[in-house]
């Protein structure tokens, strides 16, 4: 079993920053990939980004490519998302979720553990 819990969610103007983590708990130590993913009100869930654990390969969304950074600290278990230039449209409930066999990064159905969820809010 796999527990992730995500934080660092929150309220933030347009324009802003958050960094968002998730720590990972349990069996970890064989993980192929962990993923940020996000879900906005009337929406489905769509991939944000991703990173293999070794961390030689990342992941990104188009919607946020050049403005999200994912890293990963295994030490910690920790994988993190840097957004900066956030706009009102990046408002979801982001979750993150660890893949634990080779998959494609940016298909949900490839993971196999899912975090609660943090919200994010960028006002206008």
């Known amino acids: 079993q796999v527990q992730l819990v995500e934080s660092g969610g929150g309220l933030v103007q347009a324009g802003g920053s958050l960094r968002l983590s998730c720590a990972a708990s349990?069996?970890?130590?064989?993980?192929?990939?962990m993923g940020w993913f996000r879900q906005a009100p009337g929406k489905e869930r769509e991939f944000v980004a991703a990173?293999?654990?070794?961390?030689?390969?990342?992941y990104y969304a188009e919607s946020v490519k050049g403005r999200f950074t994912i890293s990963g600290d295994n030490a910690k278990n920790t994988v993190y998302l840097q957004m900066n230039s956030l706009k009102p449209e990046d408002t979801a409930v982001y979750y993150c979720?660890?893949?634990?066999?080779?998959?494609?990064?940016?298909?949900?159905?490839?993971?196999?553990?899912w975090g609660q969820g943090t919200q994010v809010t960028v006002s206008s």
């Open positions: 349990g069996r970890t130590f064989n993980s192929y990939a």
């Open positions: 990173i293999r654990r070794s961390g030689s390969m990342t």
């Open positions: 979720a660890t893949a634990l066999y080779s998959t494609d990064p940016v298909a949900s159905h490839g993971y196999h553990y």
